[in-house]
């Protein structure tokens, strides 16, 4: 059973993480169009409502992920919250670089640091909770998907 002590920290992870989602996707919905349109795309490139699935999901899972590591009363659980930021401000610098700014490049950037960032924390809940690290998997995956779309993208325009 989950102790009410341990729920705040869920909710204010949860939170967090959603809302710094919700940024870009304000920023997505105000420059995406019609630039975004007119752009080559790789036969890749999944329909855009598939986005709208898995992004949650890995929001919800990448907030799980902390909030167990965070709960694990571990030793290094303030660098583990510290990591946890760092690459969630990367994930959501994304979005205003390659839709706002209209820099796939910059995107590509943005996610060789991010990539990084979420192994740096993925090693650290490795050595915490393999839970956590489980977690991570999908996220890690997709945000390496990306890459390479994004890469595809730069080159295809």
Not at 27 to 44: A, D, G, Q, V
Not at 76 to 103: C, E
Request: with cysteine.
């Amino acid at each position: 059973m989950i102790q009410y002590k341990k729920i705040k920290p869920l909710i204010g992870f949860i939170a967090i993480t959603f809302l710094t989602s919700r940024f870009g996707s304000w920023i997505m919905k105000i420059n995406k169009e019609p630039w975004y349109s007119t752009l080559e795309r790789s036969s890749f490139t999944p329909p855009g409502w598939i986005f709208g699935i898995v992004w949650p999901l890995l929001y919800m899972s990448m907030a799980v992920a902390v909030w167990i590591a965070y709960t694990n009363n571990s030793k290094n659980k303030d660098r583990i919250v510290k990591l946890y930021f760092i690459q969630l401000m990367l994930n959501a610098m994304w979005t205003p670089t390659v839709f706002g700014l209209h820099s796939i490049f910059g995107g590509i950037i943005v996610l060789s640091l991010l990539i990084p960032s979420i192994a740096l924390l993925m090693r650290e809940y490795y050595r915490t909770t393999m839970t956590s690290f489980y977690l991570m998997i999908p996220y890690f995956t997709w945000c390496c998907f990306a890459l390479f779309l994004n890469f595809n993208l730069y080159f295809l325009n």
